[in-house]
């Protein structure tokens, strides 16, 4: 309130460009800093009102599928979704669950251009009494020197107001709480691959 207060009485009294500019920027930095800690908040609600329980994976993919689907049409992305039907339940968060698929599939239509057809594949196996989860897309790969940085928190590529970099931060966070891992498979330009395990 006093950085809005300063920024107005700077215009009216038409002080100095460099200092409304500052003014403005604070404002700014101090928007995105209240974006982030919303961000926290929910995620800590989420986290401390819903118990895990067994929950048949495939509504759940298939809901967070249906949420980017015109997303995903405007970057002319296509999603197929495989092997999901076969899996056995597993005890989870299901609000957890969902924000995993969530973040995953909104990074791979972000990273389509947009001017070619793409593919994101989410395919579901058993291996060694594991559940895998492969989200797998041909949306161009992640640059050599960001790899060992995308599971930071606040590391984001995005330009500046579009993103938070904390979606890969928050996947880590559930998937190890479940007792699980994240891996990377990366293919520079041409695709990703985000293979999540899980406890049978």
């Known amino acids: 309130m006093s950085l809005q207060e300063a920024d107005s009485l700077v215009k009216e009294a038409g002080c100095s460009t460099t200092a409304a ?5 604070a404002l700014e930095g101090l928007s995105d800093v209240i974006s982030r800690v919303d961000q926290f908040r ?5 986290s401390s009102t ?7 994976l495939l509504p ?3 809901r967070a599928v249906g949420l980017f689907e015109d997303k995903a ?3 002319r992305v296509g999603i197929r979704v495989e092997g999901i039907d076969a899996l056995p339940a597993v005890c989870v968060t299901r609000s957890d669950v969902e924000q995993v698929c969530s973040v995953l599939i909104d990074n791979a ?9 793409r593919m994101l594949t989410i395919r579901g196996e058993t291996v060694d009494s594991r559940i895998v989860l492969r989200f797998e897309d041909d949306c ?11 599971f930071q928190l606040f590391f984001t590529t995005k330009p500046s107001g579009e993103g938070m970099g904390m979606g890969l931060w928050i996947v880590d966070q559930i998937v190890s709480k ?5 891996l990377l498979e990366n293919r520079v330009g041409e695709g990703s691959t985000f293979v999540i395990n899980l406890p049978m």
């Open 60 to 62: 759940v993919v298939s």
């Open 140 to 150: 161009g790969g992640i640059p050599v020197e960001h790899v060992d940085q995308v």
């Open 42 to 46: 929910r995620l800590a609600r989420q």
């Open 50 to 56: 819903e118990e895990p329980k067994v929950v048949e």
């Open 109 to 117: 239509i972000q990273a389509a251009d947009g001017r070619k057809d």
């Open 21 to 25: 500019e500052a003014l403005q920027e």
């Open 178 to 182: 479940a007792g699980g891992k994240v």
């Open 73 to 75: 049409r405007a970057k």
